[in-house]
């Protein structure tokens, strides 16, 4: 259930959110963009009511890790909902994520 949601809906303010699903309010992003989907994120639940998420896209750039380091370190006091894709599958991505967070102790 929470990966089925509508894409590119249109807010009263012309925003438009990657995907709105039942609870999140969801921005896509790729990792450079990390800091971009936070603030996109939290505008778009303002907006809606819904939980904010961003959705990482990791392409095997030699950077992802340190994006994503940013990404759990920026949001570490906010209830950021964090999902993790790209040229794998979703649960490549998340391990992925997950071991750069491992190999810095966070």
């Given at each position: ?31 450079y ?34 994006y ?34 491992i190999?810095?102790?966070?």
């Amino acid at each position: 259930k929470e990966r089925e949601g509508v894409s590119e809906v249109i807010l009263e303010d012309l925003s438009r959110v990657d995907c709105l699903t039942e609870k999140y309010a969801v921005e896509a992003d790729r990792a450079y963009k990390w800091a971009e989907a936070i603030g996109q994120s939290l505008l778009y639940a303002n907006s809606t009511g819904k939980t904010p998420a961003v959705l990482i896209i990791l392409y095997n750039d030699r950077n992802d890790c340190s994006y994503i380091k940013r990404l759990y370190k920026a949001t570490e006091n906010l209830n950021i909902r964090k999902f993790f894709t790209g040229d794998m599958t979703y649960e490549e991505a998340h391990a992925r994520a997950a071991i750069c967070l491992i190999s810095d102790g966070m």
